[in-house]
């Protein structure tokens, strides 16, 4: 250094090595001869074929510990504990369980080095990250449940919990991903089985030893280890009344269809395409700081990663500029240095993927940049990378890489942002950076995702549910809307009823239609179905597309209309429908239909998101939106009631639907159209098409362009299984009182929306 000025020092130095200690972890590993056993009721033990397999160190390849590959007898046994717990630890009351779940909250934090430095380990991540983020967000997530614990059966007083949990989760945030899932059963009551990813066992085993620290009665946590095989054993098990799922969609899909035929309650949090929007008025420097978060934590294995960069034009080179320029300063190495930017790859099978679609990416025309540094040999490590020219329709910007690779693409107008943005079958994440809030706020409402960061990226917290649109899956984890997920709602038990008497002709013969795109259509087959003494029409598959079609057109401007304008037209609906006298059917069902309009009518403007207060100097709002276009099967019960009642609740939400009437009784329902004609409800929002429900309700819930789809008769499992194909929301409850239940609204209004969270930090 003699001789040399502070300039030329600055010029030349470099980051030393800032290792943290990996004795810790080592000597717990140590402690337990690395090799362990499962979680079951309280004890570890063996798995009973006595197989086990190694977790590695991805960073060095390297063995780290033997783990259990649990069979059926093992999840045979877990289950039954988890069974046997449930009645003591729920009748230990909120307080009690409160009490357990803020010991877990303060045993994480205790060990929080330890789990910091076992994460890194085992999944090669930063332990700036293990240590500033992952652990953190877990004991938050603790905290934040123990507070609901206390408070969940005053809360909602017509919920109840849902049993024994299934939770497989994934190897990207293996104790944050066990947190999400365990934290929310418990609050409610609910036990569990759960299992971590083959991949990153560790930190799941050694939360279960501060189970036993912390007071959770024996059977309430089971943690059983394995392979998809282990999995599978949990999703097909009939002790087992909930899922919750996070990982690959292909996998996700693959859960949908195996408890298509039970009544499971499943939850899936599936992959992501996440666009990365960055308007010409934003920080510029300030996105590309964001775009090291988005795409370059966790080394790009991050379901919400921002991987789709989507750059307004008159700015893309200078942006471009500044990214690699800030990629070059990028460190990749040992995940167990202070001072780097990004670990090791999970798995050689992922790095190969990467690379592959890389390859091809590259291949297809768009251009490649990496930095000028090389990689260690040692492990298993991918560096940074951009792509950019990329075309839209490219497999790279469609699918989900899961690596530290962006594709950058560009647009000129807002308007073009947000349909590049929407050019996905995904919708978990967004990020949009604008310095005008105006613009960026407008753009997030019009994104369809269940998370959007305003000028920020990949922040989570408890009270904030995290979850997707369409593809990325169904159900939250954090916030209210989550911890809905581990309780069932508690609905009228159905009551005989007398089977109507068969309808007397009366008048001139009638040809009765169906209500397509606003217009009485008459079916397309030209058949008709002999009901009473009437004929009502049959559709078929064709008709129930024209309906779908109709209802996508309708839907994005009937959502985007205020609420107030929603109720005064379902208000109007509702003084239709008290007017009409050619209602064929019991003047108290004609009043349940009236008031179910009218109370839907009063719900429109009032069933709201609310505004989060994470531990952030901003704010985030959710908003509840609509899910899209609906498809609802009515019961044969109230066949007018039922109908007036599913239908108002959708539409009042910003759904557009398409309704097949009861398959006994349509006509009543088919008088509805004459209601909706004399109604300002605009054409599209509403279709009936009648028929047999064998006929239409595989067309509905095969099509790609349904979201959600409310079955109350028929073959309830193949909706569910066939629903798989897009992942499409599903309501198919046994039967209930349709005349008790249309008194509980929100029951029907929270699965006619879904829930989106914009982050909105403010402050210089
Ligand atoms: P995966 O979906 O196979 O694994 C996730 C979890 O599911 C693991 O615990 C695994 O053992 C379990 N599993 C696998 N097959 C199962 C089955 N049939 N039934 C029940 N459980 C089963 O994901 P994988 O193979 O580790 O990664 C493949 C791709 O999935 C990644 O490249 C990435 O695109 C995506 N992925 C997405 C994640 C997310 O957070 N959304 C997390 C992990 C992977």
């Not at 979680?39 to 060095?60: H, R, V, Y």
């Not at 449940?145 to 293996?174: L, T, Y």
């Not at 429908?577 to 108290?588: F, I, K, Q």
Request: aromatic letters at 8%; charged letters at 25%.
């Amino acid at each position: 250094m003699v001789g040399m000025g502070v300039r030329e020092i600055y010029e030349s130095m470099s980051y030393g090595p800032a290792p943290e200690s990996a004795d810790l972890a080592n000597e717990w590993l140590d402690s337990h001869g690395r090799s362990f056993g499962l979680f079951i009721d309280g004890q570890f033990a063996d798995a009973e074929s006595g197989q086990k397999f190694e977790t590695l160190n991805p960073a060095t390849a390297g063995p780290l510990a033997l783990v259990s590959q649990a069979g059926p007898h093992d999840v045979d046994r877990a289950v039954a504990a988890a069974e046997r717990a449930r009645k003591d630890w729920l009748a230990l009351g909120g307080y009690g369980r409160a009490k357990v779940l803020y010991a877990l909250a303060r045993q994480v934090q205790k060990h929080s080095r330890l789990f910091a430095v076992l994460e890194s380990l085992d999944n090669g991540k930063p332990i700036r990250e293990t240590r500033d983020i992952d652990i953190p967000l877990v004991a938050r997530h603790f905290y934040h449940h123990a507070g609901w614990a206390e408070s969940v059966e005053r809360d909602f007083p017509r919920m109840k919990p849902v049993g024994v949990c299934g939770q497989i989760i994934p190897w990207n945030f293996p104790l944050l991903m066990l947190a999400w899932k365990i934290a929310p059963a418990l609050a409610w009551g609910n036990t569990v089985v759960l299992k971590p990813a083959e991949y990153t066992p560790l930190t799941a085993l050694l939360f279960a030893e501060i189970c036993q620290r912390a007071g959770v009665p024996n059977g309430v946590v089971n943690i059983v280890t394995g392979d998809g095989e282990t999995g599978k054993l949990i999703v097909d098990h009939p002790g087992i009344h909930k899922i919750a799922f996070t990982g690959s969609t292909e996998v996700g899909r693959a859960i949908r269809v195996a408890t298509a035929g039970t009544t499971k309650k499943l939850s899936l949090e599936l992959g992501g395409k996440s666009p990365f929007v960055v308007f010409e008025d934003a920080d510029l420097d300030s996105a590309v700081e964001g775009l090291v978060d988005a795409i370059w934590f966790n080394q790009g294995q991050v379901c919400c990663a921002g991987s789709r960069l989507l750059v307004q034009e008159s700015i893309e080179k200078k942006l471009h500029a500044k990214l690699r320029e800030r990629m070059e300063k990028l460190r990749v190495g040992s995940p167990l240095d202070k001072a780097v930017d990004i670990g090791a790859i999970i798995a050689p099978v992922q790095l190969e993927r990467i690379s592959a679609l890389v390859d091809e990416g590259a291949r297809d025309g768009a251009e490649l940049f990496q930095p000028s540094w090389s990689c260690p040999k040692e492990g298993w490590f991918y560096p940074p990378t951009l792509l950019s020219n990329v075309g839209p329709a490219s497999r790279v910007a469609q699918e989900e890489i899961f690596g530290p690779v962006l594709v950058s693409m560009s647009f000129r107008t807002p308007k073009e942002a947000v349909e590049l943005a929407n050019n996905t079958v995904y919708g978990l994440a967004a990020s949009v950076w604008s310095e005008s809030l105006g613009r960026a706020l407008d753009v997030a409402a019009r994104i369809k995702a269940g998370t959007v960061w305003v000028n920020c990226t990949n922040l989570f917290d408890g009270s904030v549910g995290f979850g997707g649109y369409r593809e990325s899956g169904f159900g939250r984890e954090g916030g209210v809307e989550g911890l809905m997920e581990y309780a069932v709602e508690m609905l009228p038990p159905a009551v005989e009823t007398a089977s109507s008497a068969p309808r007397e002709r009366t008048g001139l013969d009638r040809t009765h239609k169906q209500y397509i795109g606003g217009k009485q259509a008459r079916p397309d087959s030209g058949y008709s179905l002999a009901i009473g003494g009437e004929d009502a029409p049959r559709g078929n598959r064709k008709d129930v597309r024209n309906a779908v079609e109709a209802a996508r057109s309708a839907q994005a401007a009937w959502g985007a209309a205020p609420a107030h304008s929603r109720a005064q037209i379902l208000y109007y609906l509702a003084e239709n429908l008290s007017a009409s006298d050619g209602l064929d059917c019991p003047d108290s069902e004609k009043e349940a239909a009236v008031r179910a309009a009218f109370r839907f009518a009063g719900r429109a403007d009032k069933f709201e998101g609310r505004v989060h207060e994470p531990p952030l100097r901003g704010v985030v709002y959710s908003r509840y939106e609509p899910i899209g276009v609906v498809a609802i099967v009515c019961p044969d019960e109230l066949p007018l009631a039922a109908l007036a009642g599913s239908v108002s609740s959708a539409i009042s939400m910003g759904n557009a639907v398409v309704v097949v009437p009861s398959e006994a009784d349509p006509l009543p329902g088919e008088e509805l159209i004459h209601v909706l004609e004399a109604s300002d409800i605009p054409a599209g929002v509403v279709n009936i098409v009648s028929g047999l429900r064998s006929e239409l309700v595989e067309t509905l819930a095969r099509h790609d362009d349904v979201d959600a789809m409310w079955c109350f008769a028929g073959d309830l499992e193949q909706v569910r299984r066939l629903s798989a194909s897009n992942l499409k929301q599903t309501w198919t409850p046994e039967p209930f009182d349709w005349r008790s239940a249309l008194e509980l609204p929100d029951v029907f209004l929270r699965h006619a929306t879904q829930v989106k969270n914009v982050w909105v930090p403010y402050g210089d």
